[in-house]
Nanobody, 123 residues
Framework: QVQLVESGGGLVQAGGSLRLSCVAS????????VAWFRQAPGKEREFVSR????????AYADSVKGRFTTYRDNAKNTVYLQMNSLKPEDTAVYYC????????????????WGQGTQVTVSS
């Protein structure tokens, strides 16, 4: 069993920054991909970024490219999402998700999910 816990969300003004953390426990993650998704009210869950735990494989949605950066600290079993130049349209619940042995940009491609953390960007 894998457990994921997100933190770091909050309220920020447009143009500000937040760093989200996703701490994983329960398994070793040398073969896991970890992704960030977000879901705004009334909208479908959408891909934000992904990273292989040990081999790079970093990708971003076009809507966040150049503003968001994902990276990991293997010693802490943690994946981060640094969000800069935030916009009101970035407002959503942000989830991290993990899957072993493959990469995907679709929610159905992930087996484990955190509880989510709310990000609200005011204009």
């Amino acid at each position: 069993q894998v457990q994921l816990v997100e933190s770091g969300g909050g309220l920020v003004q447009a143009g500000g920054s937040l760093r989200l953390s996703c701490v994983a426990s329960g398994r070793t993650f040398s073969r896991y991909a970890v992704a960030w998704f977000r879901q705004a009210p009334g909208k479908e869950r959408e891909f934000v970024s992904r990273i292989m735990w040990s081999a790079g494989g970093i990708a971003y949605a076009d809507s966040v490219k150049g503003r968001f950066t994902t990276y990991r600290d293997n010693a802490k079993n943690t994946v981060y999402l640094q969000m800069n130049s935030l916009k009101p349209e970035d407002t959503a619940v942000y989830y991290c998700a993990a899957v072993m042995g493959k990469m995907s940009e679709l929610p159905r491609g992930y087996d484990y999910w955190g509880q989510g953390t709310q990000v609200t960007v005011s204009s």
